[in-house]
C-alpha cells in the first residue's frame, strides 16, 4: 500500500526517501523495551496542563497539526524519547509512556509517565484527553530477552490489545504503531520488495518470539482501523515498519557492535559477504511517523488510514562496509591506546 503524495524529503543526514516509492531490501529491526517491574502513575490525571518549549531540540518535519496531544507509547527509549520531543518542539502536548524513566532530559511541555503497557487503567488515565497514540513500546528483540517469552507475549500483543481498546475508550481519532520489517522476513532474500508484494511471513515459521508477536500485534493494529469509538467517530490506524536505527546516543545497535569490535567478534565476515540490507536514521523515522499521523487527517482524505509501510533511508548497504569506519576509527584508537600504555609501562620500568 502505498502512502501517494506524502514525501518526506530534505533530511539533514543525506536520507531522503519518498513513501510513494519506498523499498525493503532486508531485514533489520528496533525496539524500545520494558521490564516487567511495575512502577506508579505519576502525572496522570492531567497530562495536558504544560506548554511545550521552543528550546526543544528535534526536527518534527512536516508537522502543521499544532493542537495535536499525542501518548507515546515507549517513550523512555531512544526512539520514542526523540519523537517525543520533536513533537513538544513543534507545539503538541506530549505524554512520555513507559516503565522507565527517559536517560535524557525531560523538556518541558513533555509529561512522562511510568507505568506499565501491561497495566490497562495505567494506559487508559495515560490516553485521557489524548487525539493521537504512537505506539512504540515492544520486548524482546534481542539479547536475554529473547528468552522470556511470556514477557515477550504480554507486552507486544497484549499491551497493543490494551492500547486500541484505550484509544476506543478514549475517543482517540489516531493510532500509528511501530512495527518491524521481521513481520515479512523469515531469513530468505528480499531484494526491491514493497508493501503490495511482500506477504506476511506465516506466523507459525517464525523462529523468534518477537517478531511472531509483532506480527500478530500489526494485524492486530490494521483490523482495528475504522473501528467506532465510545463517543461517535471512527479510529483511524496507521503502521510503520522500520529496519535498525541509529542515530546520536543510540544505545543498542553500534554501541553493542562497536564493543563486539573492540572484542574481536567482528574480525571475520559470515554469510554472504555482498548482502546488503536498509537502515534508518532517528530522525527520518520520527518524520515518517509524523507524516502518517497527518496523513490520518480529514485534510488529507486519511489517505493513511488501514496502511502498512517500509521506512529507510532509502538506501541499501553491505553491512561489512558499512561498518568500515567504525572498524577503522576503533581500530586506529585501539592501536594508539596500547602505543601509550607500553610507553608508559617502560618508563616506569626505568
Not at 99 to 121: F, L, M
Not at 122 to 140: N, P, Q, R
Not at 303 to 330: C, M
Request: glycine share 10%; hydrophobic share 40%; proline share 4%.
Amino acid at each position: 500500500m502505498k502512502l501517494a503524495g506524502i514525501v518526506c524529503i530534505g533530511e539533514h543526514y543525506g536520507a531522503i526517501f519518498n513513501m510513494e516509492k519506498e523499498l525493503l531490501c532486508a531485514s533489520g529491526h528496533r525496539r524500545h523495551y520494558f521490564t516487567d517491574i511495575k512502577l506508579p502513575v505519576s502525572e496522570a490525571a492531567n497530562p495536558w496542563h504544560q506548554t511545550s518549549s521552543s528550546g526543544v531540540k528535534g526536527n518534527a518535519g512536516a508537522l502543521k497539526d499544532k493542537t495535536m496531544r499525542a501518548v507515546v507509547t515507549g517513550g523512555g527509549g531512544y526512539f520514542g524519547y526523540k519523537l517525543g520531543c520533536a513533537l513538544a518542539s513543534s507545539g503538541a502536548s506530549v505524554v512520555l509512556y513507559d516503565i522507565n524513566k527517559p536517560i535524557w532530559e525531560i523538556p518541558n511541555g513533555v509529561v512522562c509517565i511510568q507505568a506499565d503497557v501491561r497495566d490497562y487503567d495505567a494506559i487508559l488515565a495515560a490516553c485521557e484527553g489524548a487525539d493521537t497514540v504512537f505506539h512504540v513500546a515492544s520486548y524482546g528483540m534481542s539479547g536475554r530477552e529473547q528468552l522470556h517469552r511470556e514477557e515477550i507475549e504480554t507486552v507486544n500483543i497484549n499491551g497493543t490489545r490494551f492500547i486500541i481498546d484505550a484509544c476506543k475508550q478514549r475517543n482517540i481519532t489516531r493510532l500509528i504503531y511501530t512495527s518491524t520489517v521481521n513481520v515479512v522476513f523469515g531469513g530468505l532474500p528480499i531484494e526491491d520488495g514493497d508493501e503490495e508484494t511482500v506477504p506476511y511471513f506465516p506466523i507459525e515459521k517464525h523462529v523468534d518470539h518477537y517478531s511472531r508477536t509483532k506480527s500478530i500485534a500489526e494485524q492486530m493494529v490494521l483490523a482495528a482501523n475504522g473501528t467506532p469509538l465510545a463517543g461517535g467517530g471512527v479510529l483511524y490506524t496507521s503502521v510503520l515498519r522500520p529496519p535498525g536505527i541509529y542515530g546520536p546516543e543510540e544505545q543498542r545497535h553500534l554501541p553493542r557492535l562497536a564493543k563486539n569490535i573492540e572484542r574481536g567478534i567482528l574480525s571475520f565476515k559470515f554469510g554472504d559477504p555482498s548482502a546488503k540490507m536498509n537502515w534508518i536514521h532517528v530522525e527520518n523515522l520520527v518524520q515518517a511517523q509524523i507524516l502518517a499521523a497527518e496523513a490520518l487527517t480529514p485534510e488529507k482524505n486519511y489517505i493513511a488510514s488501514g496502511q502498512v509501510y517500509f521506512i529507510h533511508d532509502g538506501e541499501k548497504f553491505n553491512l561489512f562496509e558499512w561498518l568500515a569506519p567504525l572498524v577503522r576509527t576503533l581500530y586506529a584508537f585501539s592501536q594508539i591506546y596500547c602505543i601509550f600504555y607500553y610507553l608508559q609501562l617502560w618508563l616506569w620500568c626505568k
